[in-house]
């Protein structure tokens, strides 16, 4: 039986992988973007060798993808080359943030990030006019016609550990966070299981988007904020329509624990 996610691959927009991030704490400003339809299949991904990594990356161009990778260095104020082992076989790839939202990424060689978006051949000219950034053409030249990422979503991919330790420091910050579907609630409400994450305890996600029916057991990537449970912001602030008992749960199992608003919710990496 399909899963949610092999569903929503192979109806939507593709991603295929997941990305980890490191950088200085820099702050990258961005706009928006949206990925057209396309499939690469898990098969397509695992034959992306070092040697063919020019053609296979050329052949990326179109798809969206969803990767973890470090960051080796900024390029101007809105990109970074990131260094991603699985689809481009551990060659660097330019990221031009175009999320629409700015990313503060702290302590080099640390900070973990997940980046989703379209790899395009990158046209200078065409990307200012498209998503409104100013690219500096000396910083860019080496890069002119060659496949880049425009990231859609750009997001801190902190260690679960680093969360368990002082969620706090995470809170009302865009992150990703993966673990494994635990428990349905409601049809925008589901746990996460990540035996690092508060001790064991399963993580609450309250999703921003409706989505179809999941399994148990399905490990997904979520991005989204995490914020302290109050009953009464939560109500104010998202449309929930929780019912009574799902209501009366998470008012008694998290008020005033971490708990997650996701604007995405992805497949995690094979």
Avoid: H
């Amino acid at each position: 039986m399909a899963t949610i996610f092999s569903k929503w691959v192979s109806t939507r927009k593709t991603t295929v992988g997941a990305l980890m991030l490191a950088s200085a704490a820099v702050l990258l400003p961005a706009c928006s973007t949206e990925g057209p339809e396309s499939v690469m299949t898990p098969e397509e991904q695992a034959n992306v060798t070092r040697e063919d990594v020019v053609e296979n990356t050329e052949a990326l161009v179109g798809q969206t993808v969803s990767i973890r990778g470090k960051l080796q260095e900024t390029v101007g104020e809105a990109s970074f080359l990131m260094d991603e082992n699985q689809l481009f076989g551990g060659e660097e790839i330019l990221v031009v943030n175009a999320s629409g939202q700015p990313l503060l990424v702290p302590d080099v060689g640390d900070s973990e990030v997940q980046v989703t978006g379209e790899v395009e051949n990158l046209i200078i000219a065409d990307v200012e006019r498209e998503y409104g950034l100013a690219l500096e053409p000396e910083l860019y030249a080496d890069y002119e016609d060659r496949p880049v990422i425009i990231a859609e979503s750009v997001a801190l991919a902190p260690d679960p550990g680093e969360i368990t330790r002082n969620p706090e420091q995470f809170y009302n910050q865009t992150i990703a966070v993966e673990g494994e579907v635990e428990d349905i609630l409601s049809p925008n409400t589901f746990t996460i299981d990540e035996e690092q994450l508060f001790a064991g305890e399963d993580l609450l996600v309250v999703a921003m988007m409706p989505i179809p029916e999941t399994q148990d057991g399905e490990v997904v990537t979520v991005t989204g904020t995490l914020r302290p449970y109050i009953a009464a912001d939560f109500e104010r602030d998202y449309d929930l329509n929780w019912d009574l008992s799902v209501q009366e749960q998470i008012d008694a199992e998290y008020t005033e624990k971490p708990v997650f608003v996701a604007e995405g919710v992805y497949p995690s990496a094979k």
